[in-house]
């Protein structure tokens, strides 16, 4: 009987290992090696890492998680989970049995990319969708927003920290006047009409193409695509979740706790802002929150 068993060794669950495994706590992690952030070349805004290839930040951080007697790492998918506090129960696509006194999840979610020509041969590169872990590269070079949600308007705002020119491409959805007349004011271009295809060479995008035919010339554009958990195994829980402005997150409790006792998550699953220190942050309070409840 194992401790604890994360699902997703990722950032947040490579967190989560550490801090268990440091208590010399007897923790299996599995996972299937899929970090959201592996379309980028590199990772930033992350303090003793920035520029590293995110690829190589991982590896690292597994061979160092790795190398605590008490950690189990399964290179392997979690297929189906069941049980309760001190009898949990996780099958993988290999036929594996894990059984622990608690559960970690944190196995992420998927960006599911829209149907436009160019977009997801550019995600990470110059379609992004975070300012603080892209933006600086593309500082002062003309940016585009692609709507998704009205937490879009919020963006231009944010985005004159880097640059002066930037454009939203509304993609067919309307916004009230005064919204409008708002960001005009701030001297934020406004086009109206569906993205039918972005322009790039490798990744690096030179503008868009509405399907209007008005051409937008760009340096970079920020898109935040809808996605989903990349696993069904809170619906096996039977967990609750709570809608974000792209997708669902689980609905969660205080220290890493679900409201199913014995069950814990971390990382992107779990919050609408997402980033390698939130996600790293949280898998550490995850297993604060797993440890105590073992220790009563
Ligand atoms: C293109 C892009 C670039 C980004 N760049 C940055 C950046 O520069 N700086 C920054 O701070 N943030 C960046 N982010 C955000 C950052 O990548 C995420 O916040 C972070 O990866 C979330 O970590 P996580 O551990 O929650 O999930 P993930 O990194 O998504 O990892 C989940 C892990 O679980 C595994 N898994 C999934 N299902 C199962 C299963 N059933 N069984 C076993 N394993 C499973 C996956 O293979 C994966 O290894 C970027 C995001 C994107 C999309």
Redesign the pocket.
């Known amino acids: 009987m194992q401790d604890v068993t994360i ?7 490579i967190a989560a290992a550490m801090q268990l495994a440091r208590a010399r706590r007897r923790v299996t992690v ?8 592996r ?2 070349s ?5 303090i003793g890492q920035d520029g590293t290839p ?1 690829g190589e930040f991982l590896a690292r951080a597994r061979e160092q998680v790795r190398a605590y007697p008490s950690v189990t790492w399964v290179d ?4 189906t989970v069941s049980g309760e506090p001190d009898a949990f129960t996780v099958k993988t696509a290999d036929g594996e049995t894990i059984e622990s006194r608690r559960l970690i999840l ?4 998927t ?1 599911i990319f829209p149907d436009v020509p160019g977009f997801s041969e550019s ?2 590169k110059t379609v ?3 300012p ?3 933006g600086y590269e593309v500082s002062e070079k003309p940016w585009g927003l692609l709507y998704s949600s009205p937490m879009s308007l919020h963006g231009p705002v944010l985005y004159a920290n880097w640059t002066e020119d930037i454009s939203l491409i509304l993609d067919g959805h309307a916004i009230i006047d005064e919204e409008r007349h708002k960001l005009e004011k701030r001297g934020v271009k406004i086009f109206d009409g569906k993205l039918a295809s972005i322009e790039h060479d490798r990744g690096t995008i030179s503008g868009v193409t509405l399907a209007d035919g008005t051409k937008v010339p760009l340096g970079a554009l920020y898109a935040h695509p809808q996605n989903r958990p ?2 069904n ?1 809170h619906e096996q829980l039977g967990l609750d979740t709570k809608p974000t402005p792209t997708g669902i997150m689980l609905a969660m409790g205080d220290m890493g706790a679900t409201p199913r006792p014995g069950i814990y998550a ?4 779990t919050m609408g802002m ?6 790293a942050n949280s ?1 550490s309070l995850a297993a604060m929150g797993a440890l105590n409840s073992m220790m009563v």
């Not at 590199?42 to 992350?46: E, G, K, S, T």
């Open positions: 699902i997703g060794g990722s950032f947040a669950g599995l996972d299937t090696g899929l970090n959201r952030n379309y980028a590199h990772a930033h805004n992350v995110p392997a998918r979690a297929e944190s196995y992420g979610i960006d995600w990470g992004i969708h975070c603080f872990c892209h990349s696993a195994l971390a990382g992107d699953l997402h980033s390698i220190t939130f996600s898998g």
